[in-house]
């Protein structure tokens, strides 16, 4: 919903039979001041190219703030796989997770257990298909949606009055939450604001393992890149031995700077970031540790990258190989540790007994480097013998 644009209130429910009400829930809408979205009025939008119930799913979908069903005797007109054009639309909005008010007509309800006893019996003067008895059935059994009764277009307004005040003191709860709002906010993704809002216990752990997961995956194009041995980019020319072992030097040099700042953010950083016992934690802190954490690994995928680029002589060969592979344990530990880390937090948040200390630890371990070590003196033995 743009801002500065009123909210919208889709209805979706059979026209009909239910044509009166589906006027006076227009009427409704309108004088609560949020913009009616009925299929039978003109402002419907409609995109000719497409079928009836392609346009009332893509208005669901695009357009739909709220979105309220109703369910009479009839279920309406389906499509090849049986389903109706309210059961779609109402799938399309669980899909997109805005708020859903189901009313479902109170003699519907009364015999719905007398279908479910008796699903043979003749039922025809209450309901158009059996189907209906299963579309209510679902709605009723599948727990993610409440059922209000109704006789009357008044039961549906008067409902509508104390739910929608019910969920505006909600959202002014949450905007007293977000404010003032932190640009670290704005930069949470879904699963990782949603706890940040609601702030469970050792919410600031498991906001951290969020972000850091988030922040990891970000990269998930540079660590294809790596499965499938390219990179793109100049191509650094190491024929020249002399050059080559002045380049490998300063690589390992720059590997062990990443390692040992990516070691200061964690030892350094996260006790301020999560807050000492009994104090709240600092979101900003939280999400830079995680995104400095995340920037580490990416560095250290970009460094083993560059090995891709490079064009040595055919005796440099086994040393840059051995060099490369100098950073496979690193990013495979970060890896790890952000995939399992909120798995692992919230089990010793159960588990944590009063007082107890629980660490989390990433440890960040290298290859032997015996054998390159070895080749990197033959390699400097032989300049020394060349020159």
Same mark, same amino acid.
Request: glycine share 6%; with cysteine; charged share 20%.
């Given at each position: 919903m743009p801002k500065g644009s009123c909210t919208t209130l889709f209805v979706s429910s059979t026209c009909y039979d239910l044509a009166q009400l589906r006027t006076n829930l227009r009427d409704f809408s309108e004088?609560?001041?949020? =913009?009616?979205?009925?299929?039978?009025?003109?402002?419907?939008? @409609? %995109?000719?190219? +497409?079928?009836?119930?392609?346009?009332?799913?893509?208005?669901?979908?695009?357009?739909?703030?709220?979105f309220v069903l109703v369910v009479g005797g009839r279920y309406g007109s389906m499509n090849?796989?049986?389903?109706?054009?309210?059961n779609l639309e109402y799938l399309e909005a669980s899909a997109r997770g805005i708020p859903k008010y189901v009313f479902v007509k109170s003699e519907i309800?009364?015999?719905?257990?007398?279908?479910?006893?008796? *699903? %043979?019996?003749?039922?025809?003067? &209450?309901?158009?298909t059996p189907k209906l008895f299963e579309f209510?059935?679902?709605?009723?059994?599948?727990?993610?949606v409440w059922v209000f009764p109704f006789n009357s277009s008044q039961d549906i307004t008067n409902t509508l009055r104390k739910q929608l005040s019910y969920l505006f003191a909600d959202c002014l709860a949450l905007r007293a939450k977000l404010q003032p709002v932190d640009l670290s906010i704005l930069q949470l993704g879904p699963e990782a604001l949603r706890l940040y809002v609601e702030k469970p216990r050792g919410w600031e752990y498991?906001?951290?393992?969020?972000?850091?997961?988030?922040?990891? *995956?970000?990269?998930?194009?540079?660590?294809?890149?790596?499965?499938?041995?390219?990179?793109?980019?100049?191509?650094?020319?190491?024929?020249?031995?002399?050059?080559?072992?002045?380049?490998?030097?300063?690589?390992?040099?720059?590997? &062990?700077?990443?390692?040992?700042?990516?070691?200061?953010?964690?030892?350094?950083?996260?006790?301020?970031?999560?807050?000492?016992?009994?104090e709240p934690g600092d979101i900003q802190r939280i999400e830079h540790i995680a995104?400095?954490?995340?920037?580490?690994?990416? *560095? @250290?995928?970009?460094? &083993?990258?560059?090995?891709?680029?490079?064009v040595v002589v055919h005796d440099l060969e086994k040393i840059m190989n051995l060099a490369a592979n100098f950073s496979s344990n690193i990013?495979?530990?970060? =890896?790890?540790?952000?995939?399992?880390?909120?798995?692992?937090? +919230?089990?010793?948040?159960? %588990? +944590? &007994?009063?007082?107890?200390v629980v660490n989390f630890t990433l440890t960040l371990t290298v290859p032997d480097t015996t054998e390159f070590e070895q080749a990197m003196k033959q390699l400097q033995m032989q300049t020394i013998y060349e020159s």
């Open positions: 004088a609560v001041g949020f =913009e009616p979205v009925l299929s039978e009025l003109d402002s419907f939008p @409609v %995109n000719p190219s +497409q079928s009836a119930i392609q346009n009332c799913l893509e208005v669901v979908r695009t357009r739909a703030d709220l090849d796989a049986g389903k109706s054009i309210t309800l009364s015999i719905l257990p007398v279908w479910r006893a008796n *699903q %043979n019996a003749d039922f025809s003067s &209450t309901v158009d209510v059935s679902h709605l009723k059994d599948s727990g993610e498991l906001v951290f393992a969020k972000i850091l997961h988030e922040r990891v *995956q970000s990269h998930k194009s540079k660590r294809l890149d790596l499965e499938l041995g390219i990179s793109f980019g100049s191509v650094i020319d190491l024929r020249d031995k002399v050059v080559a072992i002045n380049w490998v030097s300063a690589k390992f040099t720059q590997i &062990t700077q990443v390692v040992t700042n990516l070691s200061k953010v964690l030892n350094s950083g996260i006790a301020k970031a999560v807050g000492a016992p009994g995104s400095r954490i995340a920037e580490g690994y990416a *560095q @250290v995928i970009d460094w &083993t990258l560059e090995f891709n680029r490079l990013f495979a530990e970060i =890896e790890i540790f952000s995939a399992e880390l909120y798995e692992r937090v +919230q089990y010793a948040l159960v %588990n +944590q &007994t009063h007082g107890d």
